[in-house]
């Protein structure tokens, strides 16, 4: 059974930093990328950044840029997303999720064609 799970959010004030975690079973991490999304309320799914498990090729939203690292570990099937210099408009539940990467011109990630989805974790910056 495929199965992702995101965990690692909180409440944070801005300046300050969280890691999420992205834990992957029941498929192969080197086939696929695997790409963070966020959701905020009122507003459009939108890709945060992706990552390719079998290069660690990473493309970033531009306007998480400088702020927010992807890493993975591939022994243990999991990707992590250290964000850092929170701001309240990083507010938003996050989403891990397996597929490719298709970049779109706001350098993050296409959720359409993802192929599996996690279940979100709610990531809340206060000002």
């Known amino acids: 059974e495929v199965q992702l799970q995101a965990f690692g959010g909180g409440l944070v004030q801005a300046g300050g930093s969280l890691r999420l975690s992205c834990a992957a079973s029941g498929f192969s991490f080197d086939d696929y990328a695997i790409g963070w999304f966020r959701q905020a309320p009122g507003k459009e799914r939108e890709g945060v950044l992706c990552i390719s498990s079998s290069d660690g090729s990473t493309y970033y939203r531009d306007s998480v840029k400088g702020r927010f690292t992807a890493s993975s570990d591939n022994a243990k099937n999991t990707v992590y997303l250290q964000m850092n210099s929170l701001k309240p408009e990083d507010t938003a539940v996050y989403y891990c999720?397996?597929?490719?990467?298709?970049?779109?011109?706001?350098?993050?990630?296409?959720?359409?064609?993802?192929?599996?989805w996690g279940k979100g974790t709610q990531v809340t910056v206060s000002s």
């Open positions: 999720a397996a597929g490719p990467c298709t970049v779109l011109p706001d350098g993050g990630p296409l959720d359409y064609g993802m192929d599996y």
